[in-house]
């Protein structure tokens, strides 16, 4: 028993120890990070791309960055790396869709699918539908959680993609509830495992919209040191960030000037105290 304690104990002292270390070391003005610069390559290159295209549209945005490294490692960077707001669209006052993917994995139902986040009131019953074409398919929705009783809830909602449609094919749709409609463009595409294990891949972890005064800058710190630890090159952060306490906005200050953290202005269509 005593052993057990002492170990208890032990563990305790030494995570305490680290989490004092990384918090002590955070400073707005002084903080060690790696020289990014030194680890890209010296020539032009995007800064989000795909294939090697220099110069990529941001997610939400018309306009283009491009990140310029010279021979001598000086890096340029020909726009903020905050990106342009990402906003919801109405089908109607009850419900607003986010983002749409196509979704190639069979799952556990057989076949593929389109999908959409969508958020809508809780109270609120309609039976919504996907158009291609002429091909009217009925989608069903599901309720993710963390809604805690509030007025309004996240779901993904779903289509089945009709087998007389091509899924290589499907650059957009139409979600409807009958009586509004809306164009959904592809966002993104899920390939099938099988095909994603042939092919180099980001590691990712989704992070929750961040708002509000929970969190200060030695948070944000911690996490970014940490992940940079482990390997991580760039963290992405949608929030609101004049709702952010002020050592969390200079702390984000910071590593965006240091360019391992981004941030997408992101503006909630409802009261956070809905959501």
């Not at 305790?12 to 002084?30: D, G, I």
């Not at 449609?165 to 509004?180: A, F, K, P, Y």
């Not at 099988?194 to 800058?217: H, Q, T, V, W």
């Not at 984000?252 to 409802?270: C, G, N, Q």
Request: proline share 3%; glycine share 4%.
């Amino acid at each position: 028993m005593r052993l057990y304690v002492k170990y208890i104990a032990f563990v305790t002292c030494f995570f305490l120890f680290w989490v004092c270390f990384l918090a002590t070391r955070f400073n707005t003005l002084h903080v060690d990070i790696a020289n990014i610069a030194g680890k890209l390559p010296k020539e032009a290159h995007a800064l989000f791309g795909n294939n090697n295209d220099p110069l990529v549209p941001l997610q939400g945005s018309d306009k283009r960055v491009k990140l310029t490294v010279s021979e001598a490692g000086d890096v340029t960077l020909q726009r903020h790396s905050a990106m342009t707001a990402v906003k919801f669209r109405n089908l109607s006052d009850s419900v607003l869709f986010y983002s749409s993917f196509v979704d190639y994995r069979d799952g556990n139902m057989g076949y593929p699918y389109v999908r959409t986040i969508l958020l809508k009131q809780v109270s609120y019953t309609v039976q919504l539908s996907c158009r291609f074409g002429e091909t009217l398919v009925e989608g069903s929705l599901y309720e993710l959680a963390e809604n805690h009783q509030q007025k309004y809830s996240t779901f993904i909602f779903s289509c089945k993609i009709p087998e007389s449609v091509s899924v290589d094919e499907i650059q957009d749709w139409i979600l409807t509830d009958g009586s509004n409609s809306a164009i959904l463009q592809a966002t993104y595409r899920i390939r099938r495992e099988e095909s994603i294990r042939a092919y180099n891949y980001d590691y990712s972890i989704c992070l929750p919209f961040l708002y509000g005064s929970m969190y200060e800058g030695k948070h944000l710190a911690e996490f970014a040191e940490l992940n940079k630890l482990l390997g991580a090159q760039r963290i992405t952060l949608y929030t609101l960030k004049n709702s952010l306490a002020k050592s969390l906005q200079k702390a984000l200050d910071y590593y965006t000037e240091e360019r391992l953290a981004l941030f997408s202005s992101f503006i909630s269509p409802v009261l956070f105290t809905q959501m």
